[in-house]
């Protein structure tokens, strides 16, 4: 049985709020990590925007991580 935080995330197909967090952080954090390294002019040139969208894609990606790390700890008991 999946946790919560993996059933919200996965739920209706990722098409909920907590899902979108996910795939933003998953598809567009390396992204925006490689543009403000480059130095790409961002639409948004404030600090305090530009950090807390950062953050916004972080905690996606830690959504990511946790969903992957159970699908694959849950393979790999299956397998055993």
Known sequence: MAPVIVKKI???GFK????MVTIC???ILPIWLYSIQ????LLVTMPVITNGV???LIV???LALTA???CVWNH???LL
């Open 10 to 12: 996965m739920k209706n």
């Open 16 to 19: 909920t709020s907590t899902g």
């Open 25 to 27: 952080g998953l598809h």
């Open 38 to 41: 480059s130095g790409v002019p």
């Open 54 to 56: 950062t953050w916004f």
């Open 60 to 62: 996606g990606r830690g």
């Open 68 to 70: 992957e790390a159970w």
């Open 76 to 78: 790999v008991c299956a």
